[in-house]
Nanobody, 122 residues
Framework: QVQLVESGGGLVQSGGSLRLSCAAS????????MGWYRQAPGKQREWVAAITSGGSTNYPEFVKGRFIISRDNARNTVYLQMNSLKPEDTAVYYC????????????????WGQGTQVTVSS
């Protein structure tokens, strides 16, 4: 059974930092690409970070320089370090895994976690 369990969300002031974690089980983590998405109330879900099985990373422009994705294959865990947080970063953040090779930016497929709430106060 596939499980992706996010943690680390919470309430933080504008300019602050949070680190999200996603612990994976039931998947071949080492060969999986991992990503993070977010969904704010009333908005569509959007991609925020991705890391390949080889460790290459990619981000959309609106988080580039502020968010850092990393992975620990020994712990089957992917992280999202979020710095310089803004109120507009408030959303539920979801972990995603896939082995399809499809772009995280263009396609929403694979396995999903249940999400963790991040709230940034101004």
């Amino acid at each position: 059974q596939v499980q992706l369990v996010e943690s680390g969300g919470g309430l933080v002031q504008s300019g602050g930092s949070l680190r999200l974690s996603c612990a994976a089980s039931g998947i071949s983590f080492k060969i999986s690409a991992m990503g993070w998405y977010r969904q704010a109330p009333g908005k569509q879900r959007e991609w925020v970070a991705a890391i390949t099985s080889g460790g290459s990373t990619n981000y959309p422009e609106f988080v580039k320089g502020r968010f850092i994705i990393s992975r620990d294959n020994a712990r089957n865990t992917v992280y999202l370090q979020m710095n310089s947080l803004k109120p507009e970063d408030t959303a539920v953040y979801y972990c995603n895994s896939r082995t399809t090779g499809l772009s995280f930016e263009r396609y929403e497929n694979g396995y999903w976690g249940q999400g963790t709430q991040v709230t940034v106060s101004s």
